[in-house]
DNA sequence: CGACCCTGGACAAACGTTTGTCCAGACCCT
DNA sequence: AGGGTCTGGACAAACGTTTGTCCAGGGTCG
């Protein structure tokens, strides 16, 4: 006997609907008797019963389901992301709804349908490399009704990220620490807004050590692993290359690993090489790629905080992800220079 | 001014509710005028109306949403699954709202609220190695509401598998070609539906060359990096170990391909290995990993497909996705045998 | 010319909830 | 004893959609 109904609980507990509607939900507005609120609350166990969410959604206008659109699933460092996502949501009482197929992209029919349809109250969007921002922003109705991961700020819209600077200064810092002093870094496009960021974290911790970065160690090629393989041809075939280079991404440091070995460039004894954000396949290649992690997770959770907060009547605000600080994890891609 | 409603629609075209819906719906049972039928579309469009799904979830006892349930999103063994599902699923015109963390496992509030709120349709479930299937059928109120990827057969519930056995022996096949013929088998958990069919897979290519498996070279220690580490050293380290090697899952073959290298076992020199499932992470050990390339975005697909067609009311089919077939990617990982 | 049958569309019920309002009785007070 | 205040709960509207049924007018046919 499945599928009861608000109704059924009701006629069972000998009570009128209001009443048991107003008892599941824990209305402290109303006054009840102990001893009817108990039958309700019997009545509904008994039947097994649950609400039906369409019947909820439409009357309240609203849907309890939020969506997180990420560029493609099948990128590692957006799965403690979505971790994240899922579990804050599920605390507050909030279903996810994953878009990551091209389809679900902004910009296709997909995407609008799921808040013109009401099917989601709102939107957590992680923007790819190529998916521009004011595509987004334009077909939108409601700027209250998404924010961005991982990009901006953008007026209006509410942001979450990561505290990039800190941690490209971090790895930096590593390398400096190692005894380095010619140092490249290996960034995304130049139209990611974590790249910028990346780069400045990058370029303060050299300052702070009385240094410059050599343009001609630095690429913008994008996050992934092909690109990283340009970027380290690029970089090692020209003379007086780096000793040592920061990736602004772990895929981009798989390709980075890959083309030295290929060139027959040791790692780490000739090049020492440190990514931005730690994934279990860190583990994988030989060396074995040392990183910064960054608090994913708490980023997803923050994510979610602020765009349920935003929904319902907060300010627009850009929140940077600080707590747990990034940290250095050593593994074996890392050492001090060549004498 | 967003949040136009149907009643909208028909006012500013001048014509009743049930018309407009049916104009919109493109319900082949009823007469209108063209002229009429043209109004109610331009109205439509105007206001850019979109139905309110909760409106018509609660109308049409059906919320067009399915969910996908798997062990952990972090295993890119299961990206190319959920890619699948989603463009499936988005063809049909359902959403797919995804459960990994372990809030939203089996047995869980998260996974049967799903449904007996009524949130999603069906259920796509990927059983994790430790997931009872008990504890999903007997919560089930209804089996039509379910259908299983990669395992079962189960009676009464529709399953879609992977042609494991064909996966394994073609890998298999490929260490005997070069040669090989004391191969072993690094299977998952015994209660892995799929390390049953593989290693029957695995026996049956064996067999077609005159040979048997040494039970000495086969376990059955799980489908994770460390369960594949723990298995190489148990069958590398005993007298007269396998020249190549079989690993059901390519987490686990990661896992085997490290401990070989800390062991100081050349690969492929001395021991060959490939791996059932192909990932883009296969390029990043040394030696880059051999596998085979199983049609997973297919089987999401399929998987959708099945869990459909049961819900409206289909027999429980217990589907295997042949198409396309098992391939070896051959990458560095295998070779001839130590002469 | 009356009985029919189309055509094109309107009416209204129902899906299951939440929530504002109202009411009957019991109790209190002076 | 009469007016007032609580208590405990019932009534009903509304959210937006789909869909079964009904109906008025105009045409057709015998």
Redesign the pocket.
């Known amino acids: 006997m499945p599928?009861?109904?608000?109704?059924?609980?009701?006629a069972h507990a000998?009570?009128?609907?209001?009443?048991?509607?107003?008892v599941?939900?824990d209305?402290p507005?109303?006054?009840?008797?102990?001893?009817?609120?108990q039958?309700v609350v019997d009545a509904a166990r008994l039947l097994s019963?649950?609400?039906?969410s369409?019947?909820?959604?439409?009357?309240?206008?609203r849907s309890s389901v939020l969506a997180l659109v990420v560029p493609d699933v099948t990128n590692a460092t957006f799965t403690d992301l979505t971790r994240g996502v899922e579990e804050e949501a599920l605390r507050r009482g909030y279903s996810v709804l994953l878009g990551s197929s091209e389809r679900m992209q902004p910009g296709t029919q997909g995407f609008s349908r799921l808040l013109s349809e009401?099917r989601v109250d709102g939107v957590l969007l992680q923007k790819g490399d190529d998916t521009r921002g004011e595509l987004v922003t334009s077909a939108l109705t409601d700027h209250r009704q998404i924010t961005f991961v991982n990009s901006g700020p953008v007026e209006d819209i509410s942001t979450v990220a990561l505290d990039d600077q800190t941690g490209a200064a971090l790895a930096t810092q590593h390398l400096l620490d190692l005894g380095h002093r010619r140092i490249g870094l290996v960034n995304g496009l130049p139209t990611a807004d974590t790249g910028r960021r990346r780069a400045e974290g990058f370029a303060t911790a050299l300052a702070g050590a009385g240094l410059r970065a050599d343009e001609r160690h630095v690429t913008e090629l994008g996050y992934t692993l092909p690109a990283g393989r340009n970027a380290a041809r690029l970089i090692l075939s020209r003379p007086h290359p780096p000793t040592a280079v920061v990736v602004a991404n772990v895929n981009a440091a798989f390709g980075v690993l890959l083309e030295a070995r290929e060139m027959g460039v040791d790692v780490p004894g000739s090049l020492s090489v440190v990514a931005v954000h730690d994934v279990w396949e860190a583990d994988i290649p030989v060396p074995a790629l040392t990183t910064v992690k960054m608090p994913m997770v708490e980023l997803g959770a923050t994510a979610v905080s602020e765009l349920l907060d935003r929904i319902s009547g907060g300010p627009a605000r850009h929140a940077v992800v600080r707590d747990p600080a990034p940290v250095v994890v050593l593994r074996e891609s890392t050492a001090p220079p060549p004498a």
Do not use: C, F, Q, W
């Open positions: 599928m009861a109904t608000l109704r059924d609980v009701a000998g009570v009128s609907i209001s009443v048991a509607s107003r599941l939900n209305d507005e109303v006054r009840i008797r102990a001893e009817t609120r039958r019963y649950a609400p039906n369409a019947g909820r959604s439409l009357r309240k206008a009401r």
